[in-house]
C-alpha cells in the first residue's frame, strides 16, 4: 500500500524527525529516504534517482536548502470544506542521462558551472541538485530576486551581507561583520542561479571576500560553487553607456578558471517539441537568425490567438512601466470593487525584496491572475498557472475563487513565504500566492514557461531579449508576436559567442 503524509507547520528539523519517527513505526527501519547528506559523510556517487523515487512515496517535509511551501488553505471548491494545512514537495520530473551527468559531478564535490539553452532543464536540475546537498551548509543564491525566492533562497547580495557597497574595502567590512561572517564560514556550497546577470567585478570581489572571511587561500575561500544560467540570455543589468561600456561576464574575471573546475552544457530541450521553433530560437540565441527566420515568426504568430477559454495571453515587454501600465488598466477596466490582500510580514524586511509575493495585492472579480509559487503540482497549481478570478470567498477572511486554465476551480489560500539564509530563518511573508496577469518584464519572465504569450519586442534593447522572451513560449501555437521585432535585441554578445566556443573542448 503506498502511503503519503503530508506534514507542516513547525521546524523543518522538527518535521524531518517526525517523519523518521513515522517511517520508522511503518518499515521497522530507521531508513531516511530524503534526509539531507551528513557534510561530513565524504560525497560519493549521486543517488538523485533514487530520492526522486523515494519522494513519491515517502513522508514528506519541506524541500531541502530553504525551500519552505507552507500552503495556508488552497482547497478545491469541489473538496473537503475543512481549512487544510499541508506541506508541498514539488514534484519533479526525473533527470535525463546528460542532467544526471552534471548532477553526480555536482554532489561528487566539483565546483561547477553549467548551462545550456533556454528549456534544457537548468532550473529543474538545480532543484535536483538542492535535494541531494545539505540544507545546513548549502547556501542557494541568484542574482534577482525572483529567481531566488523561486528556490527560496537569497539573492547573491543578500547572503554576502554586503548590502549595495560596490567596492571591495566595504564590502569586506560589511561581509565580516557577524551574522554574514557566520554565513561565510559555515558554507561548503554556494548555489547562484542566473549567472549571466551576475557582474564579473562582483563576482571577483566575492571572491576575495570569501578568501579573507574564511581566512583561506583557496579559490572562493574552498567553497564548492555551483553556478548555473545561460550567458546568451540577460546580461548583468548596467545603467548608462559608461556602465554598459564597463560591464563584464562572470566568467570573463580573473578568477573564473579557478574556481570553476567545470563547465558543462545540456543539448536536449525540453519546453519546446516543434523542431523547426526550436532550430529558430537556436540561431535566435546565437545571433544567427536569418532574415527568413524574422519573416517567418513575424507573419505567423502576429495573428490573434485562440482566446474561446477566456484567458488572455500573458504580455510581455521589455520596460516596466509598460507591464505595470497594462495591468493596472486592465484591473481598472473591470466592474465592480477590488480587493485587497495586505501581507503579514516578519523578520528583516529588505530580505523581503527577493519575495515573489507583493506585499499588497489588489483584486477584482474577471482580474487575470498567476500563481506565483507552487501550491499544488499534483493539481497542476503551479508557479506561473493563469486563471482567472471569479469571485471572493469568506466574511472574516475574504479569499479569491480562481479558475484555473486547466478548469480546477479553488480557493486560493494565503501561503507563507520563508526566507532563509542557511537553516536560519531571515523573514517570512505570508499573503495570497497570486499576481496580476495580463502583462510580465522580459526580465521577470527569464526562467519561466509559458503556455499563451504575447510579446512586444519593439523598444527591446539588450542582446538577448527578444531570446529570453521567445523562448518563454512552449509552442509556436501560443505565441503572438505584436509589432516588429528590434533588431538591436538579436545581436549575440561576441565575447559570449567566444566563450561558448570554448566550452566543448573543456570539462
Ligand atoms: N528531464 C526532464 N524531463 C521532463 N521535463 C523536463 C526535464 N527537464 C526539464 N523539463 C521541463 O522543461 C521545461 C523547461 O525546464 P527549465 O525551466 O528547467 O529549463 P531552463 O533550462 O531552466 O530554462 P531557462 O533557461 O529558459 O530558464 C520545464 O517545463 C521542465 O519541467
Known sequence: ???????????????????????????????????????????????????????????????????????LGATATSGSAAHRKQEV???????????????????????????????????????HILRALPQATTYVTASTGLAASVLGGTTLNAFAGIGRASDLESMTKMASRPDAAQRWRRATTLIIDEISMVDATLFEHLEAVARHVRRSKAPFGGIQLVLTGDFHQLPPVAKGAAAMAARRFAFESECWASCVSSCMQLKKVFRQADRDFIDILARMRSGACTSQDLRELEAGCSRSLDLSDGILPTMLFTHCEDVEAVNAQRLAELPGDSVRFAAQDTGRTEALQACQSKASLELKAGAQVMLTRNVAPGRGLVNGARGIVQRFCGTSIRLPVVLFANGLETTVGKERWTIRSGT??????????????????????QGMTLDRVEVNLAKAFEAGMAYVALSRARSLKGLRISGIINARSLRADPKVLAFYATLGSRR
Open 424 to 445: 536560519a530563518v531571515v523573514a517570512t511573508r505570508t499573503q495570497v500566492p497570486l499576481a496580476l496577469g495580463w502583462a510580465l518584464s522580459v526580465h521577470k519572465s
Open 1 to 71: 500500500m503506498l502511503a503519503q503524509v503530508l506534514l507542516s507547520g513547525g521546524e523543518p528539523l522538527h518535521l524531518e524527525k517526525l517523519r523518521d519517527a513515522i517511517h520508522q513505526s511503518i518499515t521497522g527501519s530507521a531508513r531516511r529516504p530524503l534526509a539531507p547528506r551528513d557534510p561530513n559523510v565524504p560525497r560519493g556517487p549521486s543517488v538523485l534517482g533514487k530520492r526522486k523515487a523515494d519522494s513519491m512515496g515517502a513522508p514528506s517535509v519541506s524541500g531541502a536548502s530553504g525551500i519552505s511551501c507552507s500552503s
Open 89 to 127: 514537495l514539488e514534484e519533479l520530473a526525473p533527470l535525463s542521462v546528460e542532467q544526471q551527468s552534471i548532477a553526480d559531478r555536482v554532489v561528487a564535490g566539483h565546483s561547477v558551472f553549467f548551462t545550456g539553452c533556454a528549456g534544457t532543464g537548468k532550473s529543474l536540475l538545480l532543484k
